[in-house]
């Protein structure tokens, strides 16, 4: 009797497990069944995916508190850009913002740009991203999953742009709000700026000739605006 009581129990015990068990459709941040485009559909389908879109939904939540929630609305404009791009692309089309084909890579490209999405928010330099004006001058600011990007473009036609060094990605630490940011080039082009951030706006002070561009000063967040969308 009791080795009868016994096997029933580990039968309802097998029967009950499987149900307990989360399915990639309940382990997305959405709801698989209202899933509409196909990226959403692979995304419910994937294990791996499933798991991702859940952290990057989680990655997001935190992001919008950063600065005690005051940049909300760029981390906001920021997600809706990147949900745009992670849409799929013809083959053959690229060109238009989209980050992934659709053909046999779509699955392989979407795990990739998740977990650098997830990176992207939760490194501690996303909270100075953004881009900073100071009349028709701008600074772009750009996190990326290893460290942080620096541009400028102004209205001066003779020194219009500078970027860092892409090889070179400037690394921040939690709390940190002073970043030295040293520009690529070398001779008269080269200079560093040394900036010290705030909510709302960021100060530079230039070191070196930077090709003539003059970018010490202080510069005023734009929450309107992404990084990522500023071609120059």
Request: hydrophobic residues 40%; charged residues 25%; aromatic residues 6%.
């Amino acid at each position: 009797m009791t080795r009868l009581v016994a096997t029933l129990a580990a039968l309802l015990l097998a029967a009950v497990i499987p149900s307990l068990s989360v399915s990639p459709a309940a382990a997305a941040s959405f709801d698989c069944a209202k899933a509409r485009t196909k990226v959403e559909t692979l995304i419910c389908k994937d294990p791996q995916l499933s798991r991702q879109d859940e952290d990057l939904a989680k990655a997001y939540g935190e992001a919008l508190k950063l600065w005690d929630g005051k940049i909300a609305a760029y981390v906001r404009i920021s997600q809706r850009g990147w949900m745009g791009a992670r849409a799929l692309e013809p083959p053959g089309m690229s060109g238009g913002g989209i980050l992934c084909e659709d053909d046999e890579t779509a699955l392989s490209c979407l795990r990739t740009i998740h977990a650098d999405r997830i990176a992207v928010l939760r490194n501690p330099g996303f909270r100075l991203s953004g881009i900073y004006t100071r009349g028709q001058d701008f600074l772009s600011v750009k996190a990326t999953p290893t460290g942080l990007e620096l541009a400028y473009q102004l209205a001066d036609a003779n020194t219009s742009q500078g970027f860092t060094d892409d090889g070179a990605k400037v690394k921040v630490v939690p709390g940190q709000t002073i970043v030295a940011f040293p520009l690529a080039g070398t001779g008269p082009d080269a200079c560093r700026l040394d900036a010290s951030f705030s909510v709302d706006e960021v100060t530079v002070t230039q070191k070196g000739p930077c090709g003539g561009a003059k970018l010490g000063g202080w510069w005023k967040r734009d929450q309107t605006r992404d990084p990522e969308a500023e071609l120059f």
